[in-house]
Nanobody, 124 residues
Framework: VQLQASGGGLVQTGDSLRLSCASSGRTFSRDVMGWFRRAPGKEREFVAAISGAGVTNYRDSVKDRFTISRNNAKNTVFLQMNSLKPEDTAIYYC???????????????????WGQGTLVTVSS
């Protein structure tokens, strides 16, 4: 499975941004899709995931601001990010998994395919 993330950029605190991730997977509608991020100097961390049926899971720090969604007809998953903060600055990666884990942060080891990442920078 090849994943192509896009939509990153430079925004100001409080702005919104929508990330997209296009998948080449033939079983996309059944894949669990997730977003992770790696902030400067930090380890990569779970952001959100969505099951094939549309059930979602978020890390606590973003659950009231970010929304993960998917369009199975277009093999695409989205991450709508609102009220962005400087601490959201990171490279954002999309990934695909076979199982959906909830509650709690889904581990990287669950995800078998990764996109190249897209940089989000939030200025204060």
């Amino acid at each position: 499975v090849q994943l192509q993330a896009s939509g990153g950029g430079l925004v100001q605190t409080g702005d919104s941004l929508r990330l997209s991730c296009a998948s080449s997977g033939r079983t996309f509608s059944r894949d669990v899709m997730g977003w992770f991020r790696r902030a400067p100097g930090k380890e990569r961390e779970f952001v959100a995931a969505i099951s094939g049926a549309g059930v979602t899971n978020y890390r606590d720090s973003v659950k009231d601001r970010f929304t993960i969604s998917r369009n199975n007809a277009k093999n695409t998953v989205f991450l709508q990010m609102n009220s962005l903060k400087p601490e959201d600055t990171a490279i954002y990666y999309c990934a695909a998994a076979l199982r959906f884990l909830w509650p709690g942060d889904q581990p990287e080891s669950d995800f078998h395919s990764w996109g190249q990442g897209t940089l989000v920078t939030v200025s204060s």
